[in-house]
């Protein structure tokens, strides 16, 4: 099984930039899968998470209105769509997928529980 990130990049505070996790060795809409980051001294948070039941989608307070994960199955591709980007967005981006389907897992209390990680992609929003 491998996720893999990529999109990341460097943008101005209040630019967009778009994420894209592939998968291969598994099929994401089977799992819940999401996206974490983690900041330099800070613990690892997650962003959001879909579902795998119903495709709920969860997002993190601090995104909340700003960013959009979507998959597409036919691709097996998840998506991270951030918008109105702050500075202290800026972290590695790390794509996630587990098989027991519930976004529970993707939470700063449970993630070390989580059954498959990508390698992170690097977001930095600067001047």
């Known amino acids: 099984v491998q996720l893999q990130a990529f999109g990341g990049g460097l943008v101005q505070p209040g630019g967009s930039l778009n994420l894209s996790c592939t998968a291969s060795?598994?099929?994401?809409?089977?799992?819940?899968v999401g996206w974490f980051r983690q900041a330099p001294g800070k613990e690892r948070e997650a962003v959001g998470c879909?579902?795998?039941?119903?495709?709920?989608?969860y997002y993190a307070d601090s995104v909340k209105g700003r960013f959009t994960i979507s998959r597409d199955n036919a691709k097996n591709t998840l998506y991270l769509q951030m918008t109105s980007l702050k500075p202290e967005d800026t972290a590695p981006y790390y794509c996630?997928?587990?098989?027991?389907?519930?976004?529970?897992?993707?939470?700063?209390?449970?993630?070390?529980?989580?059954?498959?990680w990508g390698q992170g992609t690097q977001v930095t929003v600067s001047s």
């Open positions: 996630a997928a587990d098989r027991r389907g519930r976004c529970s897992y993707f939470s700063d209390q449970f993630h070390s529980l989580i059954d498959y």
């Open positions: 060795g598994l099929t994401m809409d089977s799992h819940a």
């Open positions: 879909i579902r795998r039941s119903d495709g709920i989608i």
